[in-house]
């Protein structure tokens, strides 16, 4: 594979915030930033603060610094060129959402080797 400077790779990391029985259930995919505003989240009630952020993973159980109430997207995370999908999250207790389910591990699994097979090519 050809792999370019680190600063053009970083994580994404997705947690099922508000479930209480799998909180700490994280997943981490490693995603390409193309362009400073290119990762956004379509369909997110706070989408605009989502927009061109990358976390580097929760600090607490329920807590991320790029998404300030937990939003869930339960849509697919794109780059604005809609040319990848990056992932998916689930919706949150912590504010409302535009989603309420299926919870993130039901969206993991069953579309995870789909998502790995868009995220490698």
């Given at each position: ?27 981490q ?31 607490g159980a ?60």
């Open positions: 594979e050809n792999w370019v400077n680190d600063h053009d790779y970083q994580f994404m990391t997705f947690n099922n915030y508000g479930y209480t029985d799998a909180s700490s259930f994280v997943l995919y490693v995603v390409r930033k193309q362009d400073e505003n290119s990762l956004c989240a379509p369909g997110a009630h706070n989408s605009d603060s989502f927009c061109g952020k990358v976390s580097d993973g929760p600090k329920h807590d991320d610094p790029y998404l300030p109430c937990n939003a869930g997207l339960g849509t697919g995370l794109v780059d604005t060129e809609k040319q990848f999908l990056i992932g998916i999250v689930t919706r949150s207790n912590k504010c409302n959402s535009t989603t309420d389910d299926p919870d993130t591990n039901t969206y993991v699994y069953t579309y995870r080797p789909w998502i790995d097979k868009t995220i490698n090519h």
